[in-house]
């Protein structure tokens, strides 16, 4: 049963088992203990920092480990934060972060703070300019992503540290996509992970705080991992961590090149199986085993389910599939289709007759989905049901994908250079309705208030 | 080797372990999923909920899991004061807590809330009196701990929870100590444990906020856990801590009568064997597994490495063993001996030659670190070496027991109702100089500020 969702977590990989399972014997005593239980841990907490120091390349005091990936950001966001508050409490991060990050700006801008978000390209991708713009003299910390966790399009990390770095700004880098394929370039100052995301268990992260970088852990204090991370250290997962960080990294190489190809399989031929497909994320600069698509007419939720029906697990950003009616922050600021959003990424392993198979099954599911949503054929134009004038669709109360599929049933029956307003509520016509006259080479004229919900106009090109 | 330290941290029980192999494999996936590997996952983390829920005696809903229990701590403390923000800042906390719950009322305190410390007697336990003199309108929340975690004395829970609730005022009790021993007695509000503490696996806490308590949690927003605790759930851990809660308490009432028997045996027999000891702590109202003692003129440090070398692992409150100067303040709350501390845990399953074995290593472990430290023999008047007639002890620069050590060869020499000055600059001196009057029938007179250090007055009364 192929499990395509590494980018949420990758099971375990057999290093961090057996490490896990040896340490659980050996390193379930107190390591700030002096006797030999304690002296044992001692030892085996120092040598999981040196290995994960040595594969993130940094120094062994510079990296604590963390109880998960959210909690060295939290703490690493906070603590640099505090740091230079007297340089000034403004906050810098992407627009496409992961909900960690952008949860703890949030909590920074409700204690006063200022933050500014990046805009994205429709890649998904930051610029060094962006960021350049953006810094201010009271700029306290900048925060960027490796690699993006959604749509998997790598970061300019080193670009923007050295613009960073120029203005004597630090930068937190959200590693925990990419630390499993290499350690991040540049000369970044911060940099979170999360073991779970590597083939590690689940229970351990890792910050790293350079030398010279101005630091003061929040919350309350305890003596351990050198005041950044309080609770007793969970030692069998930091010892797996450790070990299996060494070990995917010995195979990152060649597994890279192998689940890229793979990928890159998914990327060409999707949109030549499956109509109405939009693939998005750099081509080029991405993480080796994730891609991201979205469908027309298709809504993400039918469309797990499907999949999950015929053996794949992945995962979406679209509405209504993580128990919120808004669609994916990232693909909403990369402003591409989000309805029918499937994100595959594949952990190391993933067999060549398992991606076969997802895309052998993948244009029936679309098109069962498609079908029973009504949504219009592809090929040939859709009778127009309302003739009036001024045409309006009424979608109001109507879950994405429908206003989309309304819209594309009565364009036909627009006459080039007409108009139709489409009246939605759902959240994700904001950002569908736009794609959607991108993709079909219509003219998206913009939204107007409407007595309920939001009136989306689009102009007949052609 | 004996291993006497279950309070730190008590070694895997084996459902733990395979509890925690088994769900290695079987929940390794994100409870959030909606894919088959999410749902198993989802199961898995539910039926734990359920059961622990059963075990400390709340609903299933009104628990969550944490990463550690100073995680627990942190966040249940955090999260009620802000929920009763407008009733108060007041927090109150025993003086005997653990320092995870001391840590967060300094955070309190520096953010400008109060806190009053309720004082303990000379077991070491709280009076809900206490408690109730303490009480103010603005109190937000008051923390006390089931039981001690130095000296194993049991807290009046129920009679504290009384006092609180008729004051409207919400308890968190840390049940760390006590949880695997059975459910915490009384009308508490929150709870917070550690299952490493009950033979479960680390990386595992829990917090329990019971309906109706107002509660807000802290931090940055995250949606698992009920918002209480941000991270990736570590869900091995959390099956392993509520398999091994379920396994421990059902062992529980036996092992404890059999415990208790030979803590006992060590509370009777170490006085016997060894002069100048002062065992601390309640002898009743205590935990299963849990004896202290303090020796006079032997320092914890030698102690421990001693007995280590012995084959026994215990912990000490003295100063100079954890890192840190001061003594416990568990130790100085109570206003006992902390010179030659040695807390003995026993975990489940201590067999009884272990602890008749570490009887008849203990009296020439302490008179050994004594010889070598000069200490006075029990027996007999020590020949005074300094006869000046206004006698002062210059033990400046010196650590404990030395000032102790030298007060004692000095004091056969002062005349009856004559009086002699230490001088001191080491904090356990302020402790244990008092605590060596109230052992010796001595009168301590007080304490008066000196050049270098402080004087510690003593008239010798017999």
Redesign the interface.
């Known amino acids: 049963?192929p499990?395509f969702?590494a980018a949420?977590?990758?099971?375990?990989h057999p290093v961090a088992?057996q490490a896990?399972?040896a340490s659980?014997?050996e390193g379930?005593?107190?390591p700030?203990?002096?006797?030999?239980?304690?002296r044992r841990a001692r030892l085996l907490l120092d040598a999981a920092r040196e290995a994960a120091a040595e594969a993130v390349g940094c120094r062994a005091d510079e990296l604590v480990f963390t109880?998960?990936?959210?909690?060295a950001v939290?703490s690493g966001i906070a603590g640099a934060l505090a740091g230079r508050r007297r340089t000034g409490h403004h906050l810098i991060v992407s627009a496409v972060e992961h909900?960690?990050v952008l949860?703890?700006a949030?909590?920074h801008r409700a204690g006063g703070g200022a933050v500014t978000e990046v805009a994205v390209d429709r890649t998904g991708a930051v610029s060094p300019a962006g960021y350049a713009d953006a810094l201010r003299p009271d700029t306290a910390l900048a925060c960027l992503q490796s690699a993006n966790h959604e749509v998997g399009t790598v970061q300019p990390v080193a670009g923007v540290a050295e613009v960073c770095r120029a203005a004597g700004v630090p930068l937190l880098v959200d590693a925990a996509q990419s630390l499993g394929w290499g350690p991040v370039e540049g000369d970044w100052s911060l940099l979170a992970a999360?073991a779970?995301k590597w083939g590690g268990?689940?229970?351990a992260?890792l910050l790293v705080v350079r030398k010279g970088v101005r630091f003061a852990p929040q919350?309350?204090?305890?003596?351990r991992e050198s005041g950044r991370a309080?609770?007793?250290?969970?030692?069998?997962?930091i010892v797996a961590a450790a070990a299996s960080l060494r070990a995917v990294r010995a195979e990152a190489a060649e597994e890279a090149v192998r689940l890229r190809e793979l990928t890159e399989r998914i990327r060409a031929r999707v949109p030549r199986l499956v109509p109405d497909v939009e693939v998005v994320g750099d081509p080029q600069r991405r993480l080796p085993g994730t891609v991201t698509f979205s469908c027309l007419y298709v809504d993400g939720?039918t469309l797990?389910?499907e999949?999950?029906r015929a053996g794949?697990?992945?995962?979406s950003g679209s509405s209504c599939?993580?128990?919120t009616l808004t669609p994916s922050h990232v693909l909403k600021a990369m402003g591409v289709l989000s309805e029918g959003n499937i994100r595959l990424s594949l952990p190391t392993g993933t067999r060549e007759e398992d991606v076969e198979r997802f895309l052998s099954v993948l244009p029936e599911v679309v098109s069962g989905v498609r079908e029973k949503l009504g949504a219009p054929v592809a090929a040939g134009p859709v009778p127009t049901e309302e003739k009036n004038e001024a045409l309006v669709v009424d979608a109001l109360g109507r879950r994405c994908p429908i206003p989309v599929i309304e819209l594309a049933r009565v364009i036909d029956g627009v006459p080039p250079g007409g108009t139709v307003r489409v009246l939605a509520d759902d959240e994700a016509a904001r950002l569908d309705i736009p794609a959607w006259c991108e993709m079909r080479g219509q003219e998206y004229v913009g939204e107007e208030p409407a007595d309920r919900g939001t009136a989306y106009v689009v102009r007949r090109t052609g």
């Open positions: 049963m499990y969702d949420s977590g990758a099971p375990l088992r896990l399972t659980l014997d379930w005593a107190d700030a203990r002096l006797y030999r239980e304690g109880s998960s990936g959210t909690s939290h909900s960690s949860h703890a949030e909590v999360s779970h268990p689940p229970g992260g919350g309350p204090r305890d003596e309080a609770g007793f250290e969970n030692l069998p997962a939720e797990l389910h999949l999950d794949f697990s992945v995962s599939t993580s128990g």
